[in-house]
């Protein structure tokens, strides 16, 4: 009778602390657009992205950490000056807070989250014929998004407003990123 009892309640706790945390891998699909005065055209590109992530539910509220890698492109030109192009990927690492604005019961929720993410850029391509580019290693950026979970998926949107101005010569050049990422839930 004591085994028996021990693992009722074995069960029982092991299924609410699947409901408090929750893994899984999550991959990306990004478009990057410069922000910046000092070009006269600037291009947006597109790139992917793969994770982990582990959120923790507290009630309506919840906390997620993410690390992986991610691509991005984009380019800046100057009148009568080539264009340059950039491909830049590396380690990324998010931190989010939200808030479950329409819970769904066992089918998931809707949410809404903001945070907080920063790139080390580990493979930097420019193209440029004139001379070389220097780029600032390290971006972080403030975001803000909407989110869906649906059963163990999760499907996000977010935008991602660069801080860090990566251009480190007298212009200024920041990131914008419009992300939408599917991941799924473990646990």
Known sequence: MKKFILAVLLGISANGFAQLIQFGPQ???NITSPLSDDFSSKSSGTGIGAAGFVRVNLLLFYGQGEFGYAKSKFSVAQTGTAETEYQLSGTDATLLVGFKVVPLGKLGNVR???????????DIKTNNNLNPIVIEKNNSSILGGVGVDLWRLTLDYRYLAGVTDIDPSNRKLKTAVSNISLGYKFL
Request: charged share 5%; no cysteine; aromatic share 42%.
């Open 112 to 122: 809404i989250f903001a945070g907080y993410n920063w790139k080390n850029y580990s």
């Open 27 to 29: 991959f990306s699909y």
